[in-house]
């Protein structure tokens, strides 16, 4: 397997290591293990015991959890610059869930062990870690809400919404989810079924809102889908 190297100047660039030392940041490299992940790969497996912790550098990263029943729902997102799998700061020792590429990704890992020592010489790290928690749980409860108290394409519209928002690059038509996205995304992240959302975004189609394609999705009217996700009707 090629080696890849990462230069300090990458992780400098990110706000998460932005005030630490050349000499810390060096250190923190020593023990880092940078891996291509190709699209559809996983990084690790709900359930497998949590050895390492990660950076995303490149690319997106979609992280799943299969319920008690069987069925698949997305769950969180990972954007560039983003920890994950930090099972050690949850008080865990397997991953909780499974992290697929969603575009082929950059990852660089650390040992689990190495997480204590990472947080006393870098706080930032700590309270970033803190911060990551508390907006998935933030995240958590807006989802848990939107499905026990929400109609359905009420649910897509955050949905698509809050993708646009994190990782919505513009294009001349509008709003472009930078990364491969499909329907059965969707209906995962949303909890509802693909032939559902096929439904719901055929019609917004129809309205001028989306524009889609095959893994692809671009918001060409925010404000209709704004209005629509706040519950407002033409």
């Known amino acids: 397997m090629m080696t890849m190297k990462v230069d300090r100047t990458v ?37 497998a015991q949590a050895k390492s912790f990660f950076l995303l550098l490149h690319g997106r990263l979609k992280v799943t959890q299969v319920t ?12 560039p610059g983003d920890l994950f799998g930090f099972a050690m700061a949850l008080r865990r020792e397997d991953y909780p869930g499974t992290a697929v590429a969603a575009a082929e990704s950059l990852v660089i ?43 359905v394409e009420k649910r897509v519209a955050h949905a698509v919404l809050r993708l646009s928002k994190q990782a919505g690059r ?10 491969p996205i499909s329907r059965q995304d969707i209906a995962e992240m949303t909890g509802t079924t693909l032939h559902t959302v096929s439904r719901i975004l055929s019609a917004w189609e129809a309205k001028g809102m989306v524009e889609g394609g095959r893994q692809k999705l671009t918001v060409t009217d925010p404000q209709k889908l704004l209005n629509l996700a706040n519950g407002e009707r033409d």
């Open 11 to 47: 992780l400098k660039a990110l706000p998460l290591f932005e005030r630490m030392t050349d000499t810390d940041l060096d250190a923190m490299l020593q023990h880092a293990a940078p891996r291509r992940v190709a699209q559809g790969d996983a990084v690790f497996e709900q359930g």
């Open 68 to 79: 008690q029943d069987g069925q698949q729902i997305i769950v969180r997102m990972v954007h």
């Open 109 to 151: 890992s650390w040992p689990t062990d190495m997480w204590p020592r990472f947080v006393e010489q870098n706080p930032r790290l700590a309270v970033t870690a803190m911060q990551t928690i508390g907006q998935r749980l933030e995240e958590a409860h807006t989802r848990i809400r939107e499905m026990s108290t929400e109609e």
């Open 170 to 179: 513009p294009v001349a038509s509008g709003i472009r989810i930078d990364f």
